[in-house]
């Protein structure tokens, strides 16, 4: 079956230590994105990819980076600029031109030690 | 550039009882997909019902209808026979030709 999972489900990062979480879908979608959830709170966008070797900024974008080597990956890397990482990380792809079809990952918890 | 907007960011019923959840959008596209989606305390994405915005017809589902207005861009969601299970939070979302956009969400409490 076709889906989207995200690595590790739970991850612990040190005091100015950088952390790549793992997104990898197998529904051949051409757009990715990563989500920021704080407790209580809405998602906000941190970066997406509409295409493999191109990805734009969102909203939240420092203390973060990204790659989009392969069609399938689109790893998240939490660098230790990002003062506050301790979050709900959500992956999603979407397919179609206006991005009519939507899968969500599980989800990453990030925590600080 | 596009935007979604969730006013009401708690909101409470009672059991079996019908309840709406509001979103407006902007956007200058003429051909785009809403969403409602559900985020339990899982924290899982689930999808409660889709909207393509050529079709005039509201999107039903069960318990779960929509009242799409497209000159307005407004996409609220009614719940009806409000269920204990129905407790999460919900987000709107547009997806368009440029990225997707979520809504801040509406946290729904249905109580026994």
């Known amino acids: 079956d076709g889906g989207i999972t995200q690595s590790p489900k739970y991850l612990f990062r040190k005091e100015g230590q950088n952390v790549t979480l793992s997104c990898e879908q197998n529904?051949?979608?051409?757009?990715m994105y990563w989500y920021r959830q704080d407790p209580g709170q809405g998602l906000r966008l941190i970066y997406y990819?509409?295409?493999?070797?191109?990805?734009q900024k969102g909203d939240i974008a420092e203390g973060y980076s990204v790659s989009r080597e392969k069609k399938e990956s689109f790893p998240l890397t939490v660098t230790s600029a990002q003062k506050n990482p301790t979050a709900f990380y959500l992956c999603?792809?979407?397919?179609?031109?206006?991005?009519?079809?939507?899968?969500f990952g599980s989800g990453t918890q990030l925590s600080v030690l | 550039a596009q935007t979604v907007t969730q006013s009401q960011p708690e909101m409470s019923v009672q059991e079996a009882e019908t309840v709406t959840l509001s979103c407006t959008y902007d956007t200058s596209e003429n051909n785009y997909y809403l969403f409602w989606y559900k985020q339990p305390p899982s924290r899982q994405m689930i999808l409660v019902i889709r909207q393509e915005a050529y079709k005039q017809q509201n999107a039903t589902e069960n318990r779960f209808s929509v009242n799409f207005q497209k000159a307005a861009k407004s996409f609220s969601l009614k719940i009806s026979d409000s269920q204990l299970g129905d407790t999460a939070m919900y987000f709107c979302?547009?997806?368009?030709?440029?990225?997707?956009?979520f809504g801040k969400g509406t946290k729904l409490t249905v109580n026994p």
């Open positions: 990819s509409q295409i493999v070797n191109d990805f």
């Open positions: 999603a792809s979407t397919w179609g031109r206006n991005n009519e079809k939507l899968f």
């Open positions: 529904l051949n979608h051409d757009a």
């Open positions: 979302l547009q997806g368009g030709s440029e990225k997707l956009v």
